[in-house]
């Protein structure tokens, strides 16, 4: 069967958006997707320019999606034909983190969420005539690769939401978004007398403020990094109550310390994967302070940190992998809230045609959009 898709021919190359083949012989368990919109997340960008991963290109990549099934393969339990769902990262559903509902630390995580095909065999949904170049294409990525019209999707990828609920602006929902909100509520777990900062005021960073109002005692500093001055307002908007601008700010351990009175942060969450930022936040922790990843810049960044100051604050580094949540149960929460008005997060979103990808892509790298999602017509 044909279908259209965005195609990353090789490292650093733009999407093309083609038809290509795709195999609808489902595994057993495998469901049909037909898309209705796709975010576009660092993530999908970054790995479009990764030249590290043998046989990763060409690739259909896209990992936050929202369709309706199709067909699905015959162990398949969690939706049927017809059901709207939310797509999200794949897990293999039996291993001990996955009955603890900590799916996102999978033995298989890595296997089947950033390998070039079927986590088992490697095998690819999507294929291309030899004529054309390309032959197969990885599909799977994040077992979905959802930067296509049809996509063959693992089954613990879906999410089902009601029919009603249903919109093309939930599909952030699948990563980016759960990945802040859960940071924050799942990890730092803020109360009433911490003080938590967020490094970074995109779509991660501000939903992670967006959900201190899921909270029954907010904390009293919120504090919000960056520098774009048009993104501190957002996080003004969305729940800080303290921005500082690092740009302006060259010593951002003096300026986070003259905000606490010298007594430092209690939750930090970094959205930038930049290790001289991690170090910071580690020095700039509170006695029993918290600092957690979400961003992943290169690969191979590493962080240090004092022994000495490690061990007399008992401050902790932590990584939060998909905000550590269960996304059967996170996500419908997150849509309880933004019905409730709680969660804005769509407030973030702005929409282009799937054969924009090239312009959405330079939007959201340039920092001219917060949230860009596909919409596949």
């Not at 952030?172 to 967020?198: F, H, R, W, Y």
């Not at 403020?209 to 500093?221: E, Q, Y």
């Not at 804005?344 to 959405?360: E, G, R, V």
């Amino acid at each position: 069967m044909l279908t259209e898709a965005l195609v990353a021919q090789h490292p650093g190359a733009e999407f093309i958006y083609r038809s290509i083949h795709i195999d609808t012989n489902l595994r057993a368990n495998e469901v049909l997707i037909q898309m209705r919109a796709t975010g576009v997340c660092h993530t999908d960008l970054n790995f479009r320019d990764e030249d590290s991963i043998p046989g990763l290109h060409p690739a259909v990549f896209g990992h936050e999606g929202a369709g309706v099934v199709l067909e699905v393969g015959s162990s398949v339990t969690r939706t049927l034909p017809g059901d709207h769902v939310v797509l999200t990262y794949s897990c293999c559903g039996s291993c001990k983190y996955c009955k603890r509902k900590e799916t996102s630390f999978c033995y298989d995580w890595e296997r089947d969420n950033f390998g070039v095909g079927r986590g088992v065999d490697g095998s690819k949904a999507f294929f291309a005539e030899e004529e054309d170049g390309a032959g197969a294409i990885t599909s799977h990525f994040f077992g979905q690769s959802s930067f296509a019209k049809l996509a063959v999707v693992v089954e613990t990828c879906c999410v089902k939401i009601a029919r009603e609920d249903f919109g093309e602006v939930l599909a952030p929902l699948g990563c980016g978004i759960q990945t802040g909100a859960g940071a924050m509520l799942n990890v730092v777990k803020p109360s009433e007398d911490s003080t938590v900062l967020v490094v970074g005021a995109g779509a991660v960073g501000l939903a992670a403020l967006m959900a201190l109002k899921l909270l029954p005692s907010p904390p009293g500093m919120v504090i919000a990094v960056d520098v774009v001055p048009e993104r501190l307002e957002m996080a003004r908007k969305y729940g800080a109550t303290h921005v500082v601008n690092s740009k302006e700010n060259a010593d951002l351990k003096s300026a986070l310390r003259e905000l606490t009175a010298g007594k430092g942060v209690d939750g930090a969450i970094d959205t930038t994967g930049r290790p001289e930022i991690l170090r910071t936040l580690l020095e700039s922790s509170a006695n029993k302070g918290t600092v957690v990843s979400v961003g992943v810049g290169k690969l191979t960044a590493e962080v240090s940190t004092v022994i000495f100051d490690t061990v007399n604050s008992g401050r902790s580094y932590v990584g939060c992998c998909m905000g550590n949540c269960y996304p059967q149960e996170f996500i419908p929460k997150l849509i309880a809230a933004w019905k409730e008005g709680k969660f804005p997060f769509t407030d973030l979103i702005k929409t282009y045609s799937a054969q924009d990808m090239n312009t959405a892509a330079k939007d959201v790298l340039k920092g001219e959009v917060v949230k860009a999602v596909l919409l596949w017509e």
